[in-house]
């Protein structure tokens, strides 16, 4: 991996800012995860409401192009996306989501580092982040990376509730 280290991740996996061109590759990668993770948990109106709202193509291009979106790359392929945000004083991690077929190899952890190291590197502590209740493998996945359940909101209107979660980034980021 090229800009961080992961035993477990292949060698050739890039993780970089976004571009205007991995734009299709992005929107993907939003499509073929939602579908295969949340389908299952929330429905497919969930899916359908979720894409359409954030992974569209204005969407996603705003996000390119506020240089807010990262992408892991292999090859030619975007197979996993991270997309970070400000608000107040804290930084957000909107979005993470990696290939169902290129889980458990590391690209998840090093999307996750590099979103750390740029809010350090920023000036900010806290990272923070919601998970759609029901979510089990990614709240497994956080909490492996020190985060902790701020908060439950409440979905309503058939919507799933969000778990929220926060991690102090006082000590720097990630070496998991
Ligand atoms: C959560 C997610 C981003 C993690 O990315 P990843 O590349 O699989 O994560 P890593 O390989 O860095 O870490 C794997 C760890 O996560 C867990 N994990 C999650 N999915 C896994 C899978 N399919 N296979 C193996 N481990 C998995 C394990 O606890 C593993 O821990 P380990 O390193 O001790 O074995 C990814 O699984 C994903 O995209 N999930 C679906 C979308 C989603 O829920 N995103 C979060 C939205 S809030």
């Given at each position: 991996?090229?800009?961080?280290?992961?035993?477990?991740?292949?060698?050739?996996v890039?993780?970089?800012?976004?571009?205007?061109?991995?734009?299709?590759?992005?929107?993907?990668?939003?499509?073929?995860?939602?579908?295969?993770?949340?389908?299952?948990?929330?429905?497919?109106?969930?899916?359908?409401?979720?894409?359409?709202?954030?992974?569209?193509?204005?969407?996603?291009?705003?996000?390119?192009?506020?240089?807010?979106?990262?992408?892991?790359?292999?090859?030619?392929?975007?197979?996993?996306?991270?997309?970070?945000?400000?608000?107040?004083?804290?930084?957000?991690?909107?979005?993470?989501?990696?290939?169902?077929?290129?889980?458990?190899?590391?690209?998840?952890?090093?999307?996750?580092?590099?979103?750390?190291?740029?809010?350090?590197?920023?000036?900010?502590?806290t990272?923070?982040?919601?998970?759609?209740?029901?979510?089990?493998?990614?709240?497994?996945?956080?909490?492996?990376?020190?985060?902790?359940?701020?908060?439950?909101?409440?979905?309503?209107?058939?919507?799933?509730?969000s778990?929220?979660?926060?991690?102090?980034?006082?000590?720097?980021?990630?070496?998991?």
């Open positions: 991996m090229s800009t961080t280290d992961s035993a477990k991740s292949p060698a050739s890039q993780i970089r800012t976004a571009r205007g061109d991995d734009l299709s590759g992005a929107i993907s990668v939003g499509h073929r995860t939602w579908l295969a993770t949340y389908e299952p948990i929330a429905g497919p109106e969930y899916v359908a409401m979720g894409l359409a709202k954030w992974w569209t193509r204005d969407a996603v291009t705003a996000s390119i192009r506020a240089g807010r979106t990262l992408v892991a790359v292999l090859g030619d392929e975007v197979i996993g996306v991270a997309t970070h945000g400000v608000q107040d004083d804290h930084v957000v991690l909107w979005k993470l989501y990696v290939l169902p077929g290129q889980h458990g190899k590391g690209i998840g952890s090093a999307l996750l580092r590099e979103v750390e190291q740029r809010a350090v590197a920023a000036g900010h502590r990272l923070v982040l919601s998970h759609i209740a029901g979510n089990e493998q990614a709240a497994r996945f956080y909490v492996k990376h020190g985060f902790v359940t701020t908060q439950v909101e409440k979905g309503g209107s058939g919507m799933p509730d778990v929220w979660m926060s991690k102090d980034l006082g000590n720097g980021a990630d070496a998991t």
